[in-house]
Each structure stands twice: as C-alpha cells, then as structure tokens.
C-alpha cells in the first residue's frame, strides 16, 4: 500500500500541479506537506509560475549515479 505522499508525488510526476489541483486529488488535506516529507533521496521539488500566475509542483528525478 502506497502512502499519501507517494501518491501525490506519482501525480507531480506526470504532470505539474497547482495547490489547489493538489487538494483537488483528494488524498490528503496537507498535500505539499505530504509529497516533501515522502521524497525519496534522488527527488526533488520543482516550483514553477506559470503565465497565469499560479505556482505549480513537479517531482523530478535526478541521476545521482555520476
């Protein structure tokens, strides 16, 4: 069974999400508190704004191999 966390950041890593499309995915009251607390070691959190002025969440995976 998947945590709250691993479910949002599944979700922030196919598309960017707003707050508000966080607390829309219905998985937790705290969503941006949830995906920071669940990242794995090679993820990160990325902030966007986008043109209509929203702050959008994206997980990216890093390559820490090298």
Excluded: C, F
């Excluded at 890593?13 to 219905?26: A, I």
């Excluded at 966007?48 to 890093?62: M, Q």
């Amino acid at each position: 069974m998947k945590t709250q966390g691993r479910r949002i950041i599944e979700a922030l890593k196919r598309k960017p999400h707003s707050y508000l499309e966080m607390q829309r995915l219905g998985i937790s009251t705290s969503p941006q508190k949830r995906a920071v607390e669940s990242l794995a070691p090679n993820e990160r959190i990325i902030k966007t704004k986008g043109a209509d002025g929203l702050i959008r969440w994206k997980v990216k995976t890093l390559n820490l191999s090298e």
